[in-house]
């Protein structure tokens, strides 16, 4: 197992993901505990110390049932993450309460890893408002010692960390990005990388494979890295990206059968960097599938000038496209209903007029109405 060094602790670069746990005939809220525990054991003989969980994962019972496998070894012996679940509002005002009944639920007398959940659009200005105390606390229980390190997740965009970053920054000692070589560009992992740099924080990688995307490509694709590389499989290439990045310190993993967590431990027994080439070769392929499902749109702002209703018309369409992409994929697209969740009704999809106004004056030729009332259609069909 590789390990990396993160403030005196050496965690293990692959980390087990509690969202995706076998289940009990095809229910997401009932666990398969024995072959969870399982999974566990055999994950604890061969070098995972890091455990992620959430306090809605399965039904509100990942983090019970993590602390449950856990618990029969020493303390010492396993780094145990969870996290405040602020994606719903309802739980902003609940942060005493909810931790609480984290630790109660996990069995546990502190957490190592601490998370603010999936900072975004919806919920960055309630996470940072003083009124509900939620740093605050997080903050005195880390004093307390029932927190050992705190970070955040974040799916939001850009934006969004650089207008948390200046406030919290200095507190956030890791953060948990969706990262892929995919993501490199597409969800402008780079950049987000780059700010979080001239913060000094380091990163966690959740959905290395994207939900499975990066584990099967086109025959031509996999031709192409089979030739560079004969005897890595194609979903190696995914892990052997981040391990690329010198920022990356733990890449979370939900492996949701017993096969899936052997075949990835057996991938982390060697630290296998991309060179140029390869790296080259896997940015071509994140570029082939972006652009197959894409609309084209560059992002020149001549369309908003000429909307009648104001609408960010390339922001919309780059949620389009992560939608897209992602429903088209089998998966379940949130990214994209999430960050619509802070934008108001008069400057959603479904405001556009229809005018063509700013189809006049699109220098790629977009359909943008179309476009508008597709996304539209696709939402309203979840």
């Given amino acids: 197992m590789i390990y990396k060094e993160f403030k005196g602790l050496q965690l293990s670069q692959l980390g087990f993901g509690a969202m995706r746990l076998p289940v009990i005939g095809g229910d997401d809220a009932k666990i398969n505990v024995p072959e969870t525990v399982r999974m566990v054991d055999y994950a604890m003989e061969r070098g995972i110390n890091y455990y992620d969980t959430a306090w809605g994962y399965h039904g509100e019972h990942s983090e019970e049932v993590m602390g449950e496998a856990l618990r029969k070894y020493p303390r010492d012996s396993y780094y145990y993450a969870t996290k405040f679940p602020g994606y719903d509002l309802a739980n902003i005002p609940k942060v005493k309460e909810i931790f609480e009944a984290q630790l109660q639920r996990s069995g546990l007398e502190y957490f190592d890893f601490y998370m603010l959940h999936n900072v975004c659009e919806l919920n960055v200005n309630q996470y940072m408002d003083p009124q ?173 000038d000429h909307c009648p209703v104001g609408l960010d018309i390339p922001r919309l369409i780059e949620l389009y496209n992560e939608h897209i992409l992602t429903t088209k994929a089998g998966l379940f697209g949130f990214i994209a209903p999430m960050a619509l969740g802070a934008v108001p009704p008069e400057k959603q999809p479904s405001a556009c007029l229809g005018c063509g106004s700013c189809e006049k004056v699109c220098p790629q030729q977009i359909g943008i109405s179309g476009v508008m009332e597709d996304f539209v259609r696709v939402l309203e069909m979840e």
């Fill in 132 to 304: 509900y105390g939620i740093m605050e606390y997080l903050l005195k229980q880390k004093e307390a010692g029932r927190i050992r390190h705190l970070g955040f997740s974040c799916h939001g965009e850009l934006p969004v960390l650089e207008q948390f970053l200046p406030v919290y920054g200095r507190d956030m000692e890791f953060c948990q990005l969706q990262l892929n070589y995919l993501d490199w560009e597409f969800q402008h992992g780079r950049e987000k990388v780059e700010v979080l740099n001239e913060y000094g924080i380091p990163v966690w990688v959740m959905e290395p494979l994207r939900g499975g995307k990066l584990a099967k490509l086109e025959p031509e694709q996999e031709k192409t890295l089979k030739e560079l590389r004969p005897e890595e499989p194609v979903l190696a290439w995914a892990f052997r990206f981040l391990q690329s990045l010198p920022e990356v310190k733990v890449i979370l993993s939900g492996m949701s059968d017993f096969e899936q967590l052997r075949e990835n431990i057996d991938l982390f027994e060697e630290d296998r960097p991309l060179n140029e080439a390869e790296m080259e070769a896997v940015m071509s392929i994140a570029g082939e599938m972006a652009d197959t499902r894409s609309v084209p749109c560059t992002a020149c702002h001549y369309c908003i």
